[in-house]
């Protein structure tokens, strides 16, 4: 079965401060990507960053960063400097290559206080 | 380029009533995905069409359906609504190939009372 845990429901980080989210995903596939997606207040889902399962080294855009463990099926976002924008719900999801299918999680609400 | 457009963006109807959504694609993109999400529940995947056919469908009954037009927009449709209907639903493109970045849409809130 394929299936992606995000453990922490809620978290909360300074402005300026540095956050991590987790997630752990289980496939069987080789070839996937891993991906995070952003959903503030207005609901729209924004793509935050995409990681290529066969690439080793992890993707960053600007403040965003990801830790990827292949072998450990663990893929976590790091955000630098956290702006008050960010504060937003947090989606971890994967894409196998057999047959084009999307795997979400349940999600990680962030706050970031002033 | 304009991104995926979905309308309309709220829409409240009567339980038992049906409702149709709709989602244009990113220029370019042949696939198209539909999800729900009930407040405070994750994204649940409902549909995907591409070049017209429907690939794939999620766990959700027959009164959901949809379609792929010619310019590779869709709509979603929902028969015989139930409360527990009411959610965001979101739409999605990408293009057609093993291995994607699906791009969302705004979404379109359905409100049923």
């Known amino acids: 079965a394929q299936t992606v845990t995000q453990s922490q429901p809620e978290m909360s980080v300074q402005e300026a401060e540095t956050v991590t989210l987790s997630c752990t995903y289980d496939?069987?596939?080789?070839?996937?990507?891993l991906f995070w997606y952003k959903q503030p207040p207005s609901r729209q889902m924004i793509l935050v960053i995409r990681?290529?399962?066969?690439?080793?080294q992890n993707a960053t855009e600007n403040r965003f960063s990801v830790n990827f463990q292949k072998a450990a099926k663990s893929f976590s976002l790091k955000i630098s400097d956290s702006q008050l924008g960010d504060t937003a719900m947090y989606f971890c999801a994967f894409n196998v290559w057999t047959g084009n299918q999307f795997y979400f999680g349940t999600g990680t609400s962030l706050t970031v206080i002033p | 380029e304009a991104g995926v457009t979905q309308s309309p963006t709220h829409l409240i109807k009567t339980r038992g009533q049906q409702a149709t959504l709709r989602c244009s694609p990113i220029?370019?993109?042949?696939?198209v995905y539909w999800y729900q999400q009930a407040l405070g529940l994750g994204l649940q995947f409902l549909l995907w069409y591409d070049e017209g056919e429907e690939r794939n469908r999620g766990n959700f009954p027959p009164r959901f359906s949809g379609r792929q037009f010619p310019n590779y927009s869709s709509e979603l449709n929902v028969n015989a609504l139930e409360l527990e209907d009411s959610a965001l639903y979101l739409c999605?493109?990408?293009?057609?190939?093993?291995?994607?970045?699906?791009?969302f849409g705004e979404g379109s809130w359905l409100t049923v009372v």
């Open positions: 999605a493109s990408s293009f057609r190939r093993q291995l994607n970045t699906i791009y």
């Open positions: 990681q290529e399962a066969y690439k080793q």
């Open positions: 496939t069987s596939e080789n070839n996937y990507y």
């Open positions: 220029s370019g993109h042949t696939s």
